[in-house]
């Protein structure tokens, strides 16, 4: 009886042994297949990582480059502090040609008066100024400029205006240089001969060490806007657009896709907008931006102001043949305009110029974005 239940006591202790050397391969196995999942997913992580190594490669900034805030183009890295300046140009026909707006980084165009079938005049904005030999013609400034220009903390450059200028030229963030370009004799009446030329910002710095030509403290806390890899550029999905006719009747804006180049490509008086100062190259953008706003009437002589503080107004984006319905929000003269989608999420733009024209309610419905 003793040998016996020895002998069973045996048989389960190795039974038992068995089944923990089974249990054990069966761990292994499962820590084999655990082994097996874990190398997938690092390897996952890997290619990811890849990628992401890869995009970040491509964004490499070449020597001595960074991307302008404005175009999110390559530019010198010495601009990198450097303010834009925001120009007024007459946009009146007897102004034509105008010099140097090809080189421009955006370009807002908008009512300048209720006269004149509500003539239009255009707000420059540059970064790398000194580059260009001839820009202008150079014109006098109105209060709606004086509200966006600080949100690029961009400095003024104009001849006079209104006496409806002097608050908003009294704000401790708008910085200005009034009448101080240069003369060109060209056979016109004098409105239409200053232009800025090589030097006359150097000197105007000179001439007035309380402008700082680096950005100060009232520059853009956070990037105006969100720009899309160049090697992934937005699509949109939207309606075609090859047309964008607006509504400015004296002197007939007009914005053409051109497939080739992906640009729109700018007219007004029924003819191309051409650059005489770089080799006659049409006005071109690669974004383009309108905003339905409305207005107040000054006096009775034309003068008039943009509402250009407002919140979830109507809009559009406009790229690469295609368009999209937007709003767009600006809470102070300070802050930026921001634009969204329907849905609520800012917009993504592509890497280039930008036009923004500002449409008055009351001709929104004439618009033709086709």
Wanted: one cysteine or more.
């Amino acid at each position: 009886m003793k040998k016996r239940l020895t002998l069973i006591l045996l048989t389960l202790s190795l039974a038992g042994l068995l089944s923990l050397t089974g249990c054990g391969k069966g761990d292994q196995e499962a820590t084999s297949d655990n082994t097996f999942s874990t190398e997938d997913e690092v390897t996952a992580d890997e290619a990811e990582d890849t990628e992401d190594t890869e995009e970040e490669a491509e964004e490499v900034a070449p020597e001595g480059m960074y991307r302008s805030e404005l175009t999110n183009e390559w530019i010198s890295e010495d601009l990198k502090d450097q303010r834009p300046i925001a120009v007024m140009v007459d946009n009146e026909k007897t102004a034509l040609p105008h010099y140097g707006l090809s080189q421009a980084d955006i370009i807002y165009e908008m009512m300048n008066s209720t006269l004149n079938d509500h003539i239009t005049r255009f707000m420059v904005l540059v970064k790398d100024y000194d580059s260009i030999k001839q820009l202008g013609s150079v014109r006098s400034v109105r209060p709606t400029n004086l509200m966006i220009a600080p949100e690029w903390n961009a400095i003024v450059c104009h001849d006079g205006g209104p006496f409806y200028i002097n608050t908003f030229l009294n704000n401790p963030y708008v910085d200005h240089f009034s009448g101080t370009f240069s003369r060109v004799k060209n056979g016109k009446p004098r409105e239409f001969t200053e232009y800025i030329l090589t030097g006359d910002m150097a000197k105007n710095f000179k001439n007035n060490s309380s402008i700082d030509r680096s950005y100060n403290e009232y520059a853009p806390k956070e990037a105006h806007f969100q720009f899309a890899s160049e090697s992934k550029p937005i699509e949109l999905d939207g309606t075609d657009c090859t047309l964008v006719d607006l509504p400015f009747k004296h002197n007939g804006s007009q914005l053409d896709y051109d497939a080739e180049s992906g640009t729109y490509l700018y007219s007004e008086y029924g003819s191309k907008h051409l650059d005489p100062g770089n080799g006659n190259r049409q006005l071109a953008f690669k974004n383009v931006i309108l905003q339905k706003m409305s207005y107040s009437q000054l006096d009775e002589h034309g003068y008039m102001v943009w509402n250009c503080l407002a919140s979830g107004q109507e809009g559009y984006y406009i790229t690469n043949g295609k368009a999209i319905p937007i709003t767009w929000t600006k809470t102070s003269d300070t802050e930026r305009t921001v634009y969204r989608d329907l849905n609520g999420d800012e917009i993504t733009i592509n890497t280039g110029k930008t036009y923004i024209g500002f449409v008055a309610d009351d001709v929104w419905s004439e618009l033709v974005v086709e």
